[in-house]
């Protein structure tokens, strides 16, 4: 097979022990000669599965009592609204750091009042909003850790005077978190932790049940979890279990390299590799303020005078086994994205190609 160097933005490059796991649970689930795709979910060795899965959430994140993690379909689109129906009373405060927050918070408005604390669209989301004001009276504050399309991150867990709901699809396992900061988290699985799918609640249980609309019973997250028989989490009905089994070795790869601190440190060596070419490259320069630069989504451009060699570049990166490099069009450019499984070596390959390009052209 050609060696390629997957950048894309999600879905994504996932560890290859996880992937090969899969093909041999497809043939052959835990030994029983039947399938993964063809096995009931409600046998012992899928319960196992289930169980193991949401106890590496458990382990992996420090999720403190108290929390419930549930895997539900729907992708995070689905939350923005989940979110809203399960926690808004009265009003809700968002802070729009890009597109996906835009929607989240579209989405909110269909339930209460939404104030908007601060939003970064008069510079094309390219850098995080601070000193805003949280309102005390709302019933939660919404943010996007990461913002995929852009490459900003909010790096630090916040401290929030009320519940805070946080969107950590494309950051989620890539450092620790303090969970205890948070009263719901959420994402869909396809860009840290597995396929496409599966989406992931981490919701703290006593902000439950306070809200006076009715709720369908699919969208009460308290269906999806079962305090007398946790064989039944996140199996009111039938789960996406290819995803979620895929998510199970994503993870116990995850634990197995030494956990978040590891990954931490990992992703740190990636990011300070291509930022620091960006930087230097007279080619190219980075679209996220520096501060606010994501660990994940690496955004560059063409820098000026050379803004006609785009098309150059992406040629020779192709040619060199580069993939999913593209930027979003609502940036332009390119977009590295160096989620947990993308290997240092890709990043060097990247860099590599950089080099020789500007070698080639300047
Ligand atoms: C990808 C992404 C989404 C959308 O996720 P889906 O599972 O496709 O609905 C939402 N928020 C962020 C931050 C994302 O990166």
Redesign the pocket.
């Known amino acids: 097979m050609k060696t390629v160097h997957n950048f894309n933005a999600?879905p994504c490059v996932l560890p290859k022990v996880a992937i090969e796991s899969a093909i041999n649970a497809i043939r052959d689930f835990d030994g029983t000669g039947v399938g993964l795709l063809e096995i009931s979910h409600r046998t012992a060795g899928w319960e196992r599965i289930m169980a193991e899965t949401e106890q590496l959430w458990k382990d992996l994140l420090k999720i403190p009592e108290g929390y419930r993690v549930l895997f539900l379909g729907g992708?995070?689109?689905t939350q923005f609204c989940n979110v809203p129906m399960n926690l808004l009373n009265k009003k809700a405060a968002y802070l729009v750091t890009g597109v996906?927050a835009k929607k989240a918070t579209k989405e909110a408005k269909n339930f209460g009042e939404v104030e908007v604390v601060a939003s970064s669209e008069d510079k094309t989301f390219n850098y995080i909003p601070k000193g805003y004001t949280i309102p005390t009276d709302a019933d939660y504050f919404h943010i996007?850790t990461?913002?995929?399309i852009y490459g900003t991150e909010i790096h630090k867990d916040i401290d929030c005077p009320i519940n805070l709901v946080a969107?950590m699809?494309?950051d989620i396992m890539s450092r620790p978190v303090d969970v205890s900061k948070y009263a719901l988290i959420y994402?869909?699985a396809?860009?840290n932790v597995g396929p496409?799918g599966v989406?992931f609640v981490i919701v703290r249980e006593d902000v439950l049940g306070k809200v006076q609309r009715t709720l369908p019973t699919m969208i009460d997250y308290r269906t999806h979890f079962d305090a007398k028989d946790p064989r039944n989490n996140s199996m009111f009905n039938t789960p996406p279990v290819f995803s979620i089994f895929v998510m199970h070795e994503t993870l116990k790869w995850v634990k197995d390299l030494g956990g978040l601190d590891v990954m931490y440190k990992m992703n740190l060596e990636k990011a300070a590799l291509l930022y620091n070419e960006i930087d230097r490259n007279p080619m190219f320069i980075g679209t996220a303020e520096k501060e606010d630069r994501s660990l994940m989504n690496i955004c560059f451009v063409m820098n000026k005078g050379h803004e006609d060699k785009e098309e150059a570049f992406m040629t020779f990166a192709k040619e060199r086994g580069m993939v999913g490099i593209k930027g979003h069009r609502s940036v332009g450019g390119f977009r590295a994205s160096t989620y947990n499984a993308c290997p240092i070596e890709s990043v060097k390959a990247l860099v590599q190609c950089m080099q020789d390009f500007e070698k080639l052209k300047a």
């Open positions: 999600g992708g995070a689109s996906w996007t990461n913002n995929t969107d699809s494309s994402g869909g396809q860009k496409a989406t």
